[in-house]
């Protein structure tokens, strides 16, 4: 739901040029194939080597390895640059940003105060936060999953008596 609301908020549709950073974790995943499936984007999506063909199986259009490249030096422009983990920043992806694009922010609550000093610029970051899930968006992830146009990525598995460590991984 939280990668449905920052693509929404960000206005991602047909002929955006989105880039997820992040794209093989929880949220990156879900970015990358509602990106693609949903909404119609051009997805490019960064990620270390090992993640590659994963993030590609849910249809990204480029797959950037961070490890080999950094992405704001390849000379594109993007629409949309989501940080889907946290570890990327506005001012470091400012040169990736076309004229109008927004910067999504997922984590970082210094974010917050850049979303209302952006808010005027010609590039902006914006930080989706909603307390409560509109039954309408959990009705429209179901059609989502029974359709097909996104499936959970399951990476490792952890008993019951080992919650603790499953929420800090």
Known sequence: YQGLLHLKSANVGPGTRLLVYGASGSCGTAAVQLGKR?????????????????????????VV????????????????????????????SRRALADRGMYVATDRLYNLPLALLTRWSKRKVVFGIERRIPRESLLLVKE????GRYRAVVDRTYPLEHAGEAATY
């Open 144 to 147: 989502l999953i029974e359709d």
């Open 38 to 62: 949903y909404f119609g984007a051009h997805v490019t999506a960064v990620c270390n080597g090992r993640n590659v063909e994963l993030v590609r199986s849910l249809g990204a259009d480029e």
């Open 65 to 92: 390895d961070y490890e080999q490249e950094d992405f704001t030096r390849r000379g594109e422009r993007y629409d949309v640059v989501l940080d889907a983990v946290g570890k990327h920043s506005f001012v470091r």
